[in-house]
């Protein structure tokens, strides 16, 4: 024989499971965000050519001086230039040349810097003058 029970109804004290929230490193769908791409993304291949475009930009100012103090000052004035263009190519063109250029003009400047101070220390005058 069975029994009958009554329906219980809802039940209004059940604790039912909060939903979890995901942490990311799983998505669980669409981005709630739009994504933006980058219209030029930096690459190895940018950076490459721009350091060698900077290196030989360099190499032909300096080959134009005659002494240390011109060469110098042609680095310094060819290493402006580099600048210039690497920052026109940030705003209007490929950042990862505009790296590349930055990166090898900053190193030419050294090499011209370290130069300069090893022949000031060995002479004591400073020869930019």
């Not at 490193?25 to 190895?44: A, D, K, M």
């Not at 590349?100 to 020869?127: C, F, K, L």
């Amino acid at each position: 024989m069975t029994i009958a029970r009554p329906d219980p109804g809802p039940d209004f004290g059940a604790v039912r499971p909060v939903p979890r929230t995901p942490s990311g490193l799983f998505p669980s769908g669409p981005p709630t965000r739009p994504t933006y791409r980058e219209p030029h993304p930096v690459t190895g291949a940018g950076v490459a050519s721009g350091g060698g475009a900077a290196a030989g930009w360099l190499l032909l100012f300096g080959l134009l001086g005659t002494d240390l103090t011109s060469y110098a000052w042609w680095t310094v004035f060819a290493g402006l230039l580099a600048w210039i263009t690497a920052l026109v190519l940030v705003r209007y063109g490929d950042r990862g040349v505009a790296t590349g250029v930055a990166i090898v003009t900053a190193g030419g400047w050294s090499i011209a810097a370290a130069v300069v101070a090893a022949r000031w220390a060995t002479s004591g005058d400073w020869p930019l003058w």
